[in-house]
């Protein structure tokens, strides 16, 4: 039997790495079509597309009839069809907060998805103010609610939520792909590198991981710009 | 007595031209401090921001006592706020998509914000191809969702929702202040563009709008990459 949800995307983590964590943790069986079949989706004329789209994440829920882009908007959509968004307007919010976020590191680290390529100048810079920059915006926000004290009410709550599995899918991805940048994440963003961590090892991520291990090795995000930024990081000297 | 909303910009459109539509449209008063106190806000040390940001728009909802970065969980939020989300999960979900989609236009057209410039020969390929393209996107959505025979159930409808606002605020201000780009737009969504300027002759919004003509003429997104696409809307030969 087909899974209800089925995800398009590049045979990599970066940007469906979100709605992939939400999908395990939830414990939720799902599709990903190979890159033929995505291709399909992304070639065709836009009035042929199930939704007119730009590119890929694309999520179906066949059980509700919806096929959906924009990652923000896919993550959102199924944190909330299992219950893990907060369940307030302001925490929800904030929780669509740090997913936009998200985004922008992954924008950031990939300097606008491969727009330019990285050169060792404009990487140490990255690297000593704007990725520092983010990793305390990240910090600050969860310390703001409660996670330095192991009481938090946006991340690190008793119970996982988007908030926390976004991070997760974020800087423990980062981790598992790029090493290189673990110390740095340790350093700027300790609490919420160990809640990441601590998502990363549930069982269900866990597998997934193991998983993606597997099959794709440390690809992050593919192409020459994964290229140019695995070469800035090996001569990066902190 | 202070608004309940304080909305902390650059005084230009651009990306906090959503939040804007929406208060207008709901009839909320808002603040939006001089640049002076943005700066307050942007140059403190995360620690001291009231919500850790990389960049504006921030709202403060001094009711809720949420202060919240990003303009997707922005707009989204006062959405929700003054009950102009669809409300159900598939539309909701759809509308934070055309949120997504409204954002990477803005992004496309200024190249990430400015991170490059515009030359004549990039920007005749983006004008060709990626617009379109964009614009297509905007046009089939609607039309999937009954636009096109004034039925709309997700843009068009019955009152107009965020979706529509959105579609407005990112269409008819750059008709407002980018006019070279109007028949591209007409040409490729023509409902699309039909809706934005329905809602943009709504009393409340046409306010906005002449408010913003008179303050700010044609600025746009402002700084080196607004002249740069001046430049190339000067030589652009369609």
Known sequence: MPARFTLYYWPIPFRAQFARYILAHAGEAWDEPDVDALLVLYQAP???QPVPFMA?????????????SQAVAITSYLGERFGLMPGTP????????VLGDCL???????????AAMWED?????????RLPRWLEIFEALGSRHGLQSDQ??????????VADLACAALWVTICDTLPELEELIAQHAPKVL???RRIGA?????ELRADQKQRWGNLWCEGQIEESLRSVLANWQR
Do not use: M, Y
């Not at 302001?90 to 907060?97: G, M, N, S, Y």
């Not at 922008?104 to 491969?114: E, R, S, W």
């Not at 549930?202 to 866990?206: C, E």
């Open 46 to 48: 836009i009035q042929g």
């Open 56 to 68: 890929p994440p694309v999520l179906h829920d066949a059980e509700a009839d919806l096929w959906l």
């Open 90 to 97: 302001e925490k929800d919010a904030l929780t669509r907060k």
């Open 104 to 114: 922008d590191v992954l924008h950031g680290l990939t300097l606008n998805c491969g």
């Open 121 to 129: 100048e404009g990487w140490a810079e990255f690297a000593e103010e």
């Open 152 to 161: 938090g009410t946006l991340l690190g709550t008793d119970e996982p939520g």
């Open 194 to 196: 160990a809640l990441s």
């Open 202 to 206: 549930l069982p269900t991520i866990a």
